[in-house]
């Protein structure tokens, strides 16, 4: 072990043995805050106060409003995310100014952040790192692709930290950090809530829920919180084909939490937690729009469409996710500084399991049957694509801040990660060897198997080691109206990977211990003008970072041979950094919160993810420049009483600033031209919430609230944008009733992924005992908005769009529950002063002496 590991570690033992209601004192002032101004079930009136930009964050380690962080952030309370009705990150996005979200398929999102986008990651690039870190409380949780689908009950807030936080926040928060903070054990009172939802979505399933947590203290020095949700999924996608299903990508989510605070001394808090949750889907939420067996050049029933929410299918698809996650947080105040020890152990098992028969038979028919003369009755095989993840990681974090309220603040630390992960594909294609040893001789299959099982045409094992180790710290001084922060990040990387392949799909690799590494720093210099408390001004520049990696090699025998020129022989590629230029305003006063950023974003090595054509690989090139500037703003506003609006929107320009070229001879690679679109970014997004509520008697009060999203349009790819690229001149088809098979001519169209608008509304009774009844629709006027672009083997074999729910309506019941908080210790009794002893009358004074007689005298004179 390394010198610095082992001391990170000793040094976190030393803080748990050390004498230490939330995980930190710094939490704990912003739980006890928000619980104030957002209780699970908010009154009218609790609503409005909430948006009065006193809501207690610790994006900067430390507790402090919103108003008072010096950069861009955004935080959705308990009474936001239950007001919107959201039950997943996508849903927030939607009222969080620059925060995208990709939806992939059930358990696969990606994030983006002020358009720092490097396009659509697939389930087969292990290797791609995040470019925004996701957190729950003080525990790193990212998978790049598989970005945790954490229920949102029983939770806080929802903080959202826009730019690089590779000071506070290291690898992965290159474009920005979320971090999901849940309520915390509470030492004083037993208190919970349930939650029951039932929903229908416009031609689907049924869903429901049900979800309960509850807090109980266990004496005067331990409390102990306990959470539990499980949800099911109606579903909305039918299948056609000869898996012909209704609501085929139904689902489940089910798990929960356990944390236990044991706090012996006011100084001293030990939180040690489990969680665990399973995410299961039966399907995927694709709309299919060519696929190889139904299009038109089939007789299919499908055409040229299979029609609105639809899909193909030879048999069912899944997907499952498990997640375990053990953390344990200890925190120590000396007074003038706390220690804080966030040690944590994550392991998923996640398995997606697809109907690949449309990518083998496009193989078995180009090459295999028109070029090497294999048996055209190959092709009809159902073939299953399954990808498996496993991860095992193991994260130290060590850090010391001050605590107190002087001009002079500081943090600094340690951080530790290691990282197992192997990732898995195998093709189970049932009878598919026997083809091939016919065409290519006897014993063929087993020739290039490389140790992996028959009759399964593909098969990989990628097992990664990750190893990161970083030292941070950041400091403020406040001179009378101006503050100025500064703070660096060094970090110091390793990656090993084997790459083994095998199967005649494949190039029949081994690579063994393939390394790469890296090591830099990452500053950041804030300066704040804060005239009052009310107004602030603030600019910064900051440095992010995203660690590279190694490309898969890509399938040799798949590939035409302008494809092995461009996207052959590609190794290692380098980190990806970022500086970030901003500067922003933030006002809130009198009801009336105005927060606002100009940025501008030069960033370096952009790894951007390709299709590799007919070669059925992805990889990723550095973009040497591009960039991502714009402006986003969030407006809340009470202009009459029970009455709150709030608006948010961004609007950004995100293009490379460099051309790629490859390929023999050299052209533009994949649509990377300087002046193209950076995937997946949206130019403009914004979103309006209005609430009005009244009370309804003495014991109860009502609201409605309507909201609407506009996404604007999107590229999944950088080759999306190049003219022509809908042009798919070797479509290939299979009619499974006439057996006919061949290629043709395909005119998609735009790849473009058009703007869509959402609208919602809810209405909402609630009582004073913690009773409340929503009524709710979801995506009002049934739009089919398309989120990204399912293709196959580039678009010769499928091409569909994965969607977003359709209209849906429900009911949701909330309960909360607690005994009020002891009061506190009555004032000790002051006995009034005993009256003062009686002072003795002093004697009269004696009377004066009389007057003296008058003279004898002779008469007056002048007379």
Known sequence: ??????????????????????????????????????????????????????????????????????????????????RANAQTLEDISRSVAGLTVQNLGPGQSQVSVRGVSAGQIARDQPGVKEQVGIYLDETITSLSLFTPDFDLFDLNRVETLRGPQGTLFGAGSVGGTIRYITNQPNLDRIEGSVEGDINLPKGGGLGYGLKGAVNVPLGPTAAIRVVGYGTHYGGFIDSVGPYSKKNVNDGRRVGG???????????????????????????????????????????????????????????????????????????????????????????????????????????????????????????????????TTKLKQFTQELRLSSTGSGPFQWVFGGFYSHVNRKYAQRLPTPGYDAFIDAAFGAGTSAAVANGFPLNSPYNADLPYKITQEALFGEASYKFNQFKLTAGARYYNFREKRDFVSGGIFSDVSTHLGDKTKSNGVSPRVILSYEPNRNFSLNVQAAKG???????????????????????????????????????????????????????????????????????????????????????????SAHPLPGLDLSLNANVQSAKFDSTVIGGVPPVPIGGIVKGNRLPTVPKFQIAAVATYGQPLSDSADWSITGSVQHIGDRFGEPGDQVPGAGLVGNALFFDPATGAYGSDINDIGSLRLPAYTLANLSGSVHWNSGLEVTLYVKNLFDANPKLAIDRERGLRARFGYLIGNPRTIGLTVRKSFGSAPPPPPPPPVMLPPPPPPPVEAAPPPPPPPPPPPPPVTGGERGQ
């Not at 912003?30 to 106060?49: D, E, L, R």
């Not at 610790?58 to 952030?73: D, G, H, L, N, Y």
């Not at 996207?567 to 950094?577: M, N, Q, R």
Request: charged share 20%.
């Open 545 to 635: 970072f995203r660690l590279g990696g190694i490309n898969d090699p890509i399938n040799v025998p798949l590939c035409s041979p302008e494809d092995l020129k461009t996207f052959g022989g590609l190794g290692a590629y380098k980190d990806e950094t970022l500086w970030n230029y901003e500067a922003g305003v933030k006002y809130s006063k009198h009801g009336f919160t105005f927060n606002a950023a100009a940025y501008h974003n030069e960033i370096r090595n952009l790894q951007v993810t390709l299709t590799a054509g007919s070669c059925s690989s992805r990889v990723v090139f550095n973009v040497p420049k591009a960039h991502s500037t714009g402006i986003e703003a969030e407006l």
């Open 257 to 387: 939490r356990v944390s236990l605070l044991f706090e012996p001394t006011p100084e001293f808090k030990i939180t040690p937690r489990i969680a665990y949750q399973e995410v299961e889907a039966g399907g995927f939420n694709r709309e299919d729009h060519y696929i190889l067996f139904d299009n038109q050049f089939t007789s299919g029933a499908g055409g040229t469409d299979l029609g609105k929410r639809k899909q193909y299918l030879n048999f069912r698809e899944q997907f499952k996710d498990k997640t375990l996650l053990g953390d344990l947080v200890a925190s120590y105040d000396f007074g003038p500084a706390e220690l804080t020890s966030v040690s944590s152990y994550l392991h998923r098992n996640i398995l997606v399991s697809r109907d690949a028969s449309a990518l083998t038979d496009s193989v078995t028919i180009s090459p295999f049957v028109q070029v090497y003369g294999v048996d055209p009755a190959a092709i009809p095989l159902f073939s299953n694509l399954r990808d």
């Open 1 to 82: 072990m390394r010198i610095s590991t082992a001391l990170l570690l000793g040094t976190s033992v030393l803080a748990l043995a050390t004498p230490a209601m939330a995980q930190t004192q710094q939490e704990d002032v912003a739980q006890a805050a928000n619980q104030q101004t957002n209780p699970a079930t908010p009154t009218v009136a609790q609503q409005s106060s909430a948006d009065e930009g006193e809501i207690i964050v610790t994006a900067t380690k430390r507790a402090s409003r919103v108003q008072e962080v010096p950069f861009s952030i955004n935080a959705q309370t308990q009474a936001d995310i239950q």
